[in-house]
């Protein structure tokens, strides 16, 4: 992995609109590509509640 790429990354969620209370998360492209991930992959939230953060994970 790049050294350059941050380790952690803070990211807003977006209202999805439709009055459903969803959000949406868009990953940005950068952090995407450092991991290798690609569209189709499936991934894990993990929320970790003591850190106010959400872990994301391929599986």
Do not use: H, Q, Y
């Not at 050294?3 to 990953?27: E, N, V, Y």
């Amino acid at each position: 992995m790049n050294s350059d790429i941050p380790t952690t990354w803070t990211i807003k969620l977006l209202d999805a609109g439709d009055g459903s209370g969803d959000a949406i998360l868009c990953l940005p492209d950068e952090l995407i590509e450092s991991l290798g991930w690609s569209i189709g992959d499936n991934l894990t939230l993990n929320f970790v509640e003591d850190e106010n953060a959400v872990r994301i994970v391929k599986t």
